[in-house]
């Protein structure tokens, strides 16, 4: 009798034709930056990246203060000495941050990433650190807010995050939470054996946010096995990316055009191409103090989630780029260009919907010469 040890992504339903054409690896060259799944193009953009000058030092320390704060493991955080002396490339994943670990996609991906890193590192010959890209700037609450369970019966139920207050167009991953009430639910619902899977969400989730429960349950399952975590959010982030910032300014209106190009010339190819901007918008939001994502269009009305506009001038813009670029709140479209600037990222563990819109952004790499 033959066993089956695995069923082809052909045999299963809802999955782009991207998807199946990099698992199958009939990629055409077209479709992408870099040729999909190939080592020789891992050691191709590796060889770019470490020739062009970078703030590896700055990085270097952002992620280990920031690792320390998630709690990953003192022996991973050593191995940023290498990205330090600008000696080290990454495996980069990354996913909405979501309530009590979010869906286990999240977590395969990241599993992947430290896989990858690993085998990377002995074909390259060259240190490669993986990396998990918590993403809590997105304010889709309704996207991330449950996390579902089996009972012992077999049943599905939903535990739902409701903060306090709820705001329109607020950054996610800053809302406060407490899970306890949810945990000591679960705790009921599930048999013993569970309870050490239990004890680590209760420590992951107590008087936290959704980003840093995250990041703490990614620490704490996979930084023993190398993978950092850093937050899109982060100040010191925003700032590296700033000549990013004032090269998307500049090409203005133009991004969304070459946008629109791409993804008729996709679709004319039998492609998916999902993501579909505003056409009068920047492919980003600003947000302030309030941390609430206000749409900006291209000429300069500053559209707050509560209905206020306010106007702003091409002056101030550039002026907020220089001096709070934290305030640059990246739009999906912007997403992996903003990753892959700031990170000396080889290769990314993506899932069927990425792969579908990276193939949108792929003139984008080369607009804002982003390697």
């Known amino acids: 009798m033959t066993q089956t040890l695995s069923i082809p992504y052909t045999h299963l339903p809802g999955f782009s034709r991207s998807w199946l054409a990099v698992t199958a690896g009939s990629v055409p060259s077209s479709l992408y930056v870099r040729e999909a799944a190939s080592v020789n193009a891992c050691r191709a953009a590796a060889e770019d990246i470490l020739r062009a000058a970078r703030p590896w030092h700055e990085l270097a320390d952002l992620l280990e203060r920031s690792g320390r704060s998630y709690g990953v493991p003192p022996e991973t955080l050593a191995r940023l000495t290498a990205l330090s002396e600008g000696k080290a490339v990454m495996v980069v994943s990354g996913q909405q941050v979501g309530y009590l670990g979010g869906p286990l996609y999240t977590f395969l991906k990241a599993y992947h990433a430290t896989r990858l890193a690993q085998w990377l590192e002995r074909e390259l010959r060259r240190p490669v650190l993986a990396c998990f890209w918590l993403e809590g700037e997105d304010h889709d609450l309704e996207e991330v807010r449950d996390a579902h369970y089996l009972s012992l019966a077999g049943e599905l139920h939903t535990l739902r995050f409701s903060p306090d207050r709820e705001v329109a167009g607020y950054q996610v991953g800053r809302y406060q939470l407490d899970a306890s009430a949810h945990l000591s639910e679960l705790a009921q619902a599930l048999d013993s054996p569970h309870e050490e899977s239990l004890a680590v969400l209760r420590d992951c989730y107590a008087q936290t946010t959704l980003s840093e429960g995250m990041g703490r349950l990614l620490a704490r399952t996979l930084g023993g096995r190398g993978l950092l975590v850093i937050e899109g959010m982060e100040a010191e982030l925003k700032a590296m990316a700033a000549p990013l910032w004032e090269k998307v300014i500049a090409r203005g209106r133009g991004l969304t055009e070459i946008l629109e190009e791409r993804s008729t010339e996709l679709r004319a190819g039998g492609w998916n191409a999902p993501l579909a901007p505003t056409r009068d918008a920047q492919l980003f939001y600003l947000s302030g103090d309030d941390h609430v994502r206000c749409a900006l269009t291209y000429d300069g009305q500053l559209r707050h989630p509560n209905g206020e506009v306010?106007?702003?001038?091409?002056?101030?813009?550039?002026?907020?780029?220089?001096?709070?670029?934290?305030?640059?709140?990246?739009?999906?479209?912007?997403?992996?260009l903003y990753q892959d600037f700031v990170l000396p990222a080889v290769a990314y563990i993506a899932g069927p919907g990425e792969l579908d819109y990276h193939a949108q952004l792929a003139p984008f790499y080369q607009e804002l010469d982003v390697c």
């Open 310 to 336: 306010k106007a702003l001038t091409q002056e101030a813009l550039a002026d907020l780029v220089r001096h709070q670029p934290a305030a640059i709140s990246p739009k999906a479209a912007l997403r992996p």
